[in-house]
């Protein structure tokens, strides 16, 4: 089974920028869809952004312009680089393969507050 360990999340205020880290214990990325979420307080799990094995990206219309994902295939690990951070970001960040298949990680917690 594939493991995922995000990390890279922590306390940021209004305007600050975070990089974001998905690592998984065998090689999925060249072959797949890989995806960030996000699940913030009393809602539901929601895609952030996509990036495809051939480098196309997508984002949600609430993160385009201001979150980046990119991946490096040598280190099975995506990124997702958060810039000009808001309040309606804090959330624990997940990253799965698109549509979502393994088991999820623990996520991390990112707060943005001043």
């Known amino acids: 089974q594939v493991q995922l360990v995000e990390s890279g999340g922590g306390l940021v205020q209004p305007g600050g920028s975070l990089r974001l880290s998905c690592a998984a214990s065998r090689t999925i990325f060249s072959v797949n869809v890989m995806g960030w979420y996000r699940q913030a307080p009393g809602k539901q799990r929601e895609l952030v952004a996509v990036?495809?094995?051939?480098?196309?990206?997508n984002y949600a219309d609430s993160v385009k312009g201001r979150f980046t994902i990119s991946r490096d295939y040598a280190k099975n690990t995506v990124y997702l680089q958060m810039n000009s951070l808001k309040s309606e970001d804090t959330a624990v960040y997940y990253c799965n393969v698109n549509p979502p298949y393994y088991d999820w990680g623990q996520g991390t917690q990112v707060t943005v507050s001043s």
């Open positions: 990036i495809t094995s051939g480098g196309i990206t």
